[in-house]
């Protein structure tokens, strides 16, 4: 997927992905990872989650990486946060007390700038990037983060007939492949089934599978 086509879809409004009361996968699973209150989340491809929120009222400091302004600006304004804006190198920063959102591309951020997370979570970047894109995408995160760093990485995984991405199937091979030359990757969890009003059954999908892994760098 190019970067025209998300911020044409921000534009445009069609954010179905967006879940506005945040991932329960994330609530559930988190706290068995262990991170201390004070540790620095990344969040790749934010969007405007809310799971921002979440993470940081368990004391975290949290940065997003998004590609949209738009994205940026309806997360404060529907979080209630103040922020201020900050040309931050090849980035604009809209920065909060405990969250922040760099605007830009995720590829444009530094080694050195990895290097300050202890832990990151990922909902919906893995699962938003086409294959070629997904293995670039790892070797630039986790060839930055730090030794120890620790993730939770939700996936999703389903018939691949019935519906192209994205979101794109990811199982548990595609995970083991693409995150085990740099870290210790644990499955948590699987959940199965979709809901009723789940977005994808109008695109053709009647089953999928959601994965949570534990990430941790070696």
């Known amino acids: 997927m190019t ?3 998300w911020l044409e879809r921000w534009t445009h409004g069609e954010i179905g992905f967006h ?3 945040g991932q329960p996968l994330l609530q559930k699973h988190w706290p068995a990872l262990d991170l201390v209150p004070a540790s620095r989340i990344l969040v790749p491809l934010c969007g405007k989650s809310q799971d921002m929120v979440w993470l ?17 600006r ?8 103040d922020y201020r804006r900050i040309s931050r190198g090849p980035f604009m920063a809209y920065a909060g007390e405990r969250i922040e959102i760099l605007v830009g591309d995720l590829f444009d951020l530094a080694p050195a700038e990895l290097a300050r997370f202890e832990g990151f979570y990922d909902r919906a970047a893995l699962v938003a990037l ?38 794109f199937s990811v199982d548990d091979e595609d ?44």
């Open 175 to 218: 995970v083991g492949e693409l995150y085990g030359r740099y870290a210790h990757v644990d499955l948590m969890a699987e959940q199965r089934g979709l809901a009723a009003d789940d977005p994808l059954r109008q695109r053709g999908l009647t089953d999928a599978r959601d994965s949570v892994y534990r990430i941790v760098r070696r």
């Open 130 to 167: 086409p294959e070629d894109t997904r293995r670039a995408y790892v070797d630039h995160l986790m060839s930055g983060l730090r030794r120890g760093a620790t993730g939770l990485l939700i996936t999703l995984a389903y018939d691949t007939s019935l519906m192209t991405g994205p979101p």
């Open 74 to 81: 309806d997360f404060f304004a529907e979080s209630g946060l």
């Open 3 to 5: 970067q025209d086509f």
């Open 19 to 21: 879940q506005p009361q």
């Open 56 to 72: 940081a009222e368990r004391g975290h400091r949290v940065t997003g990486i998004e590609l949209s302004d738009i994205a940026a």
